[in-house]
Structures are given as structure tokens and as C-alpha cells.
């Protein structure tokens, strides 16, 4: 009789186990605040961004969506936080570039992004432009190419510190211009732009969204966007594309990822929504009002974006030999 009940016990447990698991699946989300890393100081570009996102995403979602601010290491502190955080659609990275830059930089990586982390959604982009110090003998982009060539050019660029996007790429430009220049690491981008400002340096690859100011003042030259295509504040400067480096493009871009593991249902729900808003006629304006392109890639597309940027940094990396160690 015993034995019977055990057998009875078991089979219910086959039966419901289906709709148990359903339930699970089916758990509403989210019913508390959610967290969004941000990896970087508040007031920075990126960060104003993702805070305007994250407040349409809380009207949009019913509760609170907070920016947490975790800077250090080239964005990897912030990203090792939600590496280590439970997949349950509560925590997740704002991330930039450094997600996949950071491994060809240094051998000592405390996560992998590829194993710990999942793409969710790509949010936005920003041009690079080419800035130079008025006082640098080039006019257009083709005199800029000419001077940096010289073996001995004397020339140094700026950037806002080793393994940064501002960084890569004047290092990729030099690459294929086959030019010559010393590279001076600051510890951001407000100390790079000023040094630049002063004639300290000769030139910087900087964000449109930080540099139009300084270039609609005068007190630095833009010479080309690197991007596709022109932007649309700026719409007499050149790509360098066009003028000089065929195929040449380097963009700020963001997007957000969760840890490994978070149920699909999550992510498919927070990119469902993020690309809803991305499309919001107000917020793309909003966004193109500090240079900012919606950028808008589903999860899978981000996924292959995510690896195509680590092969094209990962490769400019190697040739120019830089490293963080």
C-alpha cells in the first residue's frame, strides 16, 4: 500500500512539474526597482544618456529604473559587479566599447564578457571627430595626412587615457596613414580637450558631443568627422572616409548587457521596450541635441556587432602594440 502511494506521489510530481516550471517562467517582470550600472562618473555623456533612458524606461516599465554609478579600471569594475550579479532582470551594465577592447588590452581580466555577460540591446552612438590646435599648419585633412607622414613630425595627440576609444582610434588613423605622432595619455577627456586647447598637443580624436562647442568657438579646428557619414551639426566638415581613409569609422557607442543566464523573457521584454523608446520621435531628437545617434540593434544584432568591434579593435590593438600592464 506503502509502495502504491509512493508511485501515485510520483507521478502527480511528472504531471505538475510542466506547470510548475511555466509558472516560473511566466513570473511577472519587473515588480521591484531595477539597477543599470553605469561604469563611468556621473556628467559625462554617457552617463546623461543612459539617466534620460532610464527615466522613459521607468514610465514605460511601472517602476523604478536607477542609474548606479561604479567607475574604475576602464569600465570593468562596473561591469565585474554585474558579471557576479544574479540573472534575474535586476541588474544590468551600460556598457561602451571597453567590453570588448579591455581583453585584447591586458591578460588580467577578472571576468569574460562573452561567458558572463549577454548581450541585450544596442542603445546609441557618437561620432569621433578629428580636432587639431588652430595653430597646426593644416587647413584639410589631405595637409593633416602630409604632416603626420613625416618620419620626424614632432607632432603628439592626446587622448583620455591608455586603451580608450579616443585612443584606438588616432592610433588606427596613424595606422593607416602610415603616420608618425607621440601619443600623451590624460586621466579623461576634459584634460585631453584642454591640453589640446592650450597647444599642449597637437591633436585629439574627440566625441562630436563634447567637441562642437569648441569648435563652433573657434578654439580648435575640426578637420573630420569618423563616422559614415556627415553629421548634421557639423555638416561642412568631412568624413575621413571620404577625404583620406577609405572604410576608415570610430564611434562611441552604447548599449546594455545582463549576466549570463537571465531568462530570455527578460531580455527579449527590456530590448522590446528600449527599442520602443529609441524610436520615440522626441527621443531622437533629444538625443541628436548633444550629437547622439540611436543606434538600435535588437539582441541578436548587437550580439554580432559586439564580436565585429572586438576583431576590428582587437586587430588595431596588436599593430600598435598597446597594452595596459
Known sequence: MRHSAY??????????????????????????????????SAGGGTDITARFLAQRLSEKLGVSVLIENRPGGQGNIGALVVARAAPDGYTLLYNTSFIVTSPALTSNMAYDWRRDLTPVVGVARVPLILLVHPSLPAQSLAEFAALVRRPNSGLSYASAGIGNTTHLASARLLLELRGHATHVPYSGGAPALTDLVRGVVQFYMDTTNTAIPFVRNGTVRALGIASAQRVASLPDVPTIAEAIAPGFTAESWQGVMAPAGTPDAIIRRFSSEMLDILAEPTVVERLAQSSTVTMAMPTAAYRDF????????????????????
Open 7 to 40: 508511485i501515485v506521489l510520483a507521478i502527480l510530481a511528472l504531471l505538475t512539474a510542466p506547470f510548475a516550471a511555466s509558472q516560473a517562467q511566466d513570473t511577472p517582470w519587473p515588480t521591484r526597482p531595477i539597477r543599470i550600472v553605469m561604469p563611468f
Open 306 to 325: 559586439l564580436e565585429s568591434e572586438a576583431e576590428k579593435w582587437g586587430a588595431v590593438i596588436r599593430a600598435a602594440g598597446i597594452r595596459l600592464e
